[in-house]
């Protein structure tokens, strides 16, 4: 697919059938992602992949609440539905060891993960998802991005997840099952383009 076609498509897909991802086309999602940018070229982010009724259940157990759940029914059995969630993790300190290096050597970003103004990690980790949301259209499939807001702590103990990776935010994929329900955030209206670039200063 043309790249603007693809990002003129993308959009949030909250409900899923229960027909299978071609694992293969996962992993080609994910080395694609794995291809964005990353600062200093540290590699400083990772994926933990999710297939299966048995995998994702675990997720959905940890990641949400019986109080979301219950204001949130239908929204939830169509995402739970997807037969494949992605998590995106990003390690800081691998970001500070990098900085701390010979051809970097940066007195503020070189010594800890306070010194950082803007996180790179953060820009790393969202550019992978974003790779991963455009690729899901070219690959014909939905894709919906969800924050971390509980259980963070939990989902990596039980995932095995080593110390100092924390998660950005999950993918969920699969293919739409043409019952999604549209977000009211779509009915916000957006400034206009004129409002937003700006030329040669603000």
């Known amino acids: ?25 996962v992993d080609c999602l994910l080395r694609a992602a794995l291809r964005s940018p990353t600062a200093g ?9 999710l297939e299966g009724e048995a995998q994702t259940a675990r997720y959905w157990e940890i990641a949400t609440d019986q109080a979301w759940r219950q204001a949130n029914p239908e929204r939830f059995e169509g995402m739970r539905r997807a037969p494949v969630v992605l998590l995106a993790y990003a390690c800081p300190a691998a970001y500070v060891a990098r900085y701390a290096e010979r051809d970097k050597d940066d007195p503020r970003l070189g010594v800890a993960v306070e010194g950082w103004p803007v996180p790179y990690w953060h820009g790393d980790a969202a550019f992978g998802v974003m790779t991963v ?3 899901a259209v070219d690959a014909g ?4 991005l969800l924050g971390s ?19 950005f935010a999950s993918v969920v994929l ?13 009915d916000r209206p957006l400034p206009a383009p004129s409002e937003r670039i700006h030329r040669g200063g603000w």
């Open 41 to 49: 070229n540290t590699g400083g982010t990772a994926w933990v992949v």
């Open 149 to 167: 807001f509980r259980g963070e702590e939990a989902l990596a103990g039980a995932l095995h997840v080593p110390d100092g990776w924390v998660l």
């Open 1 to 25: 697919m043309e790249l603007h076609e693809a990002i003129r498509r993308r959009t949030m897909v909250r409900s899923f059938s229960t027909e299978p991802v071609d694992p293969g086309v």
């Open 141 to 144: 499939l939905g894709a919906c």
């Open 174 to 186: 699969g293919h739409p099952d043409g019952d999604d329900h549209r977000s009211a955030s779509l």
């Open 133 to 135: 949301l455009l690729g």
